[in-house]
Nanobody, 126 residues
């Protein structure tokens, strides 16, 4: 599946951004979708996952501030990011893999996903 992210940018501490990811696959609803991020000089880390049925899971560092959602009809994925902090600065990637909705909630590593977007940069300044 091809994935294209958009919506990144520069924002001040406490601000909000909404990232989007457009997918191209006839069976998008069967895909587990994830958001990852990678800060300069650091490993790629998992942010959130959402199954085909809409169930979600989040990393502790973003819980309560970020909200993931998907529209299976439009084949899109979104990440609403509120109360942004400098440590949220990173390249953000959406990822996809065909798996059950329940199993999707356990997928927290980059190796668990087979398809990746090109990334969109988020910069939070104080």
């Amino acid at each position: 599946v091809e994935l294209v992210e958009s919506g990144g940018g520069a924002v001040q501490v406490g601000g909000s951004l909404r990232l989007s990811c457009a997918a191209s696959h006839y069976a998008y609803s069967l895909h587990c979708m994830g958001w990852f991020r990678q800060a300069a000089g650091k490993q790629r880390e998992w942010v959130s996952s959402i199954g085909g049925d809409g169930r979600t899971t989040y990393a502790e560092s973003v819980k309560g501030r970020f909200t993931v959602s998907r529209d299976n009809a439009q084949k899109t994925l979104a990440l609403q990011m509120n109360s942004l902090k400098p440590e949220d600065t990173a390249m953000y990637y959406c990822a996809a893999d065909i798996t059950s909705a329940s199993w999707c909630l356990t997928l927290h590593t980059p190796n668990s996903f087979t398809s990746w977007g090109q990334g969109t940069q988020v910069t939070v300044s104080s």
